[in-house]
Nanobody
Framework: QVQLVESGGGLVQPGGSLRLSCAAS????????MGWYRQAPGEERELVAT???????NYADSVKGRFTVSRDNAKNTVYLQMNSLKPEDTAVYYC???????????WGKGTLVTVSS
């Protein structure tokens, strides 16, 4: 089993920055992928960013150039640096862990990011 705990969410003004963290614990294997989804009220959950064990990244078009996903494999932690935040970035952000060999996916409980004046 894998447990994921997100942190770093909160209230920020437009144009501000936040850094989210997600620490994984339990039975962690190499060659996994981790990343972030988000879900705004009344909206579908959407993929924000993903990163492989080796550091290959992908981003949603809406966050390219503003968000950066990274990971520290020694700490089993993934980060999301969010800059130039916009009100439309307001959502609950969920961390995920995926191991392709087993096909298992695990989710964190989410952390709320609110971008508002």
């Amino acid at each position: 089993q894998v447990q994921l705990v997100e942190s770093g969410g909160g209230l920020v003004q437009p144009g501000g920055s936040l850094r989210l963290s997600c620490a994984a614990s339990g039975s962690i294997f190499s060659s996994n992928a981790m990343g972030w989804y988000r879900q705004a009220p009344g909206e579908e959950r959407e993929l924000v960013a993903t990163i492989t064990w080796g550091g290959s990244t992908n981003y949603a078009d809406s966050v390219k150039g503003r968000f950066t996903v990274s990971r520290d494999n020694a700490k089993n932690t993934v980060y999301l640096q969010m800059n130039s935040l916009k009100p439309e970035d307001t959502a609950v952000y969920y961390c995920y862990y995926y191991y392709p060999i087993s096909g298992m996916t695990y989710w964190g409980k989410g952390t709320l990011v609110t971008v508002s004046s």
